[in-house]
């Protein structure tokens, strides 16, 4: 099977800078898009970057010029950098892979189980 470990969450103060890492591992054949969302308390799911296999990024207007998300496939992992750290970013960030596994040649999507970030002074 597939997993996804997050890591690179934690309490930061307003202005300050985290770097989150999602490391995807198992029976994977190739990963075509990578991407971060979050979840804050109370409200649904958002998206916040995405990576396709080309490099190509798309992101959310409220992380835009703040949030750069990166990818390293021979590490099959996905960076998001955090700078200018507000307390509106504060949630739980999970990672997702749209991946194709060589057991069975299905693509599917994958989700990580979630790092916390507070931001907080």
């Known amino acids: 099977q597939v997993q996804l470990v997050e890591s690179g969450g934690g309490l930061v103060q307003p202005g300050g800078s985290l770097r989150l890492s999602c490391a995807a591992s198992g029976s994977i054949f190739t990963i075509y898009d990578m991407g971060w969302y979050r979840q804050a308390p109370g409200k649904p799911r958002e998206l916040v970057a995405t990576i396709t296999s080309l490099g190509n990024t798309n992101y959310a207007d409220s992380v835009k010029g703040r949030f750069t998300i990166s990818r390293d496939d021979a590490k099959n992992t996905v960076y998001l950098q955090m700078n200018s750290l507000k307390p509106e970013d504060t949630a739980v960030y999970y990672c997702?892979?749209?991946?194709?596994?060589?057991?069975?040649?299905?693509?599917?999507?994958?989700w990580g189980k979630g790092t916390l970030v507070t931001v907080s002074s």
């Open positions: 997702k892979t749209n991946l194709m596994r060589y057991t069975d040649f299905e693509v599917m999507d994958y």
